[in-house]
């Protein structure tokens, strides 16, 4: 197995540091922290597809107005994941399986890009992305984006809005499941609160766990932070994103109580889980350097490491 970390639709949104916690500038970065993981008989499986040629060429209808307005993608089709993957020398028929986080926009963009892919979601977010609920409904959750649903295979969760769930469990997760046609190492972890059926993606990889924990979180400081000299959690986050974050969210109790449960599985010491959100660009350079086998991801997020420079964010990529 080789996994890749790709950035797949970056946003420079106006507010530097109220957006990302370090730019010292007017605009902000946020990544969309996607994987392409090189398996040895099951093809190339992403996680989550970011934004797709389609949207960087012809973004409107596709995306939402308001959201591009706020978060204002970089429409340059070399940083969507079909033309990463071409750099890394595959191709769109290489890709068999997507495991799907959810599907708002800026996750769910690229799936037309790979038509021949399976995509593996919970069944929760594919009911609430059909039927659209809502002004937040129909705003997220793009059909335009989506190519042929006929290869949607959903997971039936039952971890509801109070967090109760049954199923098979994975370091005190419950109602994780396993993804069909794939090996163990993969697993979809329901964190709803951001949307009806959010999830993580667990991965074991060759250098261990890590849990690709979706927007069930947003800033590193939510799940990394730590009291000074107590080693308590004392979770943040910069205003701007976090008003983004309760602005995009389903249920804002169930998103709590789950961010909680990632903070716990974060900040335990014995965890031997790497976990990672989508949106933080720090997050990202230091799983990219980790994954290159250059230093430690929690030394690199703890030391507050800058984002790339435009020109390594455009290469945008690690892998392990
Ligand atoms: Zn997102």
Request: hydrophobic residues 40%; contains cysteine.
């Amino acid at each position: 197995m080789r996994i890749h970390h790709l950035d797949c639709g970056p946003f420079r949104p106006l507010g530097g540091r109220l957006m990302d916690g370090v730019s010292p500038g007017a605009v902000g970065r946020l990544t969309c922290h996607c994987l392409a993981i090189e398996t040895d008989r099951h093809g190339v499986v992403l996680v989550d597809t970011g934004l797709g040629l389609g949207d960087m060429r012809h973004p409107f209808p596709r995306l939402p107005w308001w959201n591009a307005a706020l978060l204002r993608p970089l429409l340059d089709p070399e940083r969507s994941m079909l033309r990463r993957l071409k750099h890394l020398g595959l191709a769109a028929a290489d890709v068999r399986h997507v495991v799907m986080t959810h599907l708002d926009f800026d996750h769910a963009g690229g799936l037309a890009d790979f038509p021949e892919a399976r995509v593996h979601l919970t069944a929760p977010e594919a009911e609430a992305a059909r039927a659209r609920r809502g002004l937040l409904g129909r705003i997220r959750y793009r059909p335009a984006q989506w190519g042929d649903t006929e290869r949607w295979h959903p997971y039936e969760t039952r971890l509801g809005r109070r967090g109760r769930g049954s199923g098979e469990t994975w370091f005190g997760f419950r109602d994780v499941r396993a993804l069909e046609g794939l090996p163990p190492d993969l697993l979809l972890v329901p964190l709803p609160g951001h949307s009806a059926g959010h999830a993580g993606v667990a991965i074991q990889g060759p250098r261990g766990w890590m849990l690709h924990a979706g927007d069930s979180y947003f800033n590193r400081d939510e799940v990394h932070r730590r009291r000074r000299g107590g080693g308590a959690p004392a979770p943040s986050c910069p205003p701007g994103i976090a008003a983004y974050e309760r602005l995009m969210a389903w249920d804002q109790r169930a998103r709590r109580t789950n961010q909680a449960r990632v903070r716990t599985l974060a900040q335990d010491p014995l965890s031997p889980v790497l976990v990672f959100c989508t949106h933080d660009p720090v997050e990202f350079v230091a799983m990219a350097a980790w994954s290159e086998g250059r230093g430690a991801p929690g030394a690199a997020a703890a030391a507050g490491a800058a984002p790339q420079p435009e020109g390594g964010s455009r290469r945008g990529s690690g892998s392990s």
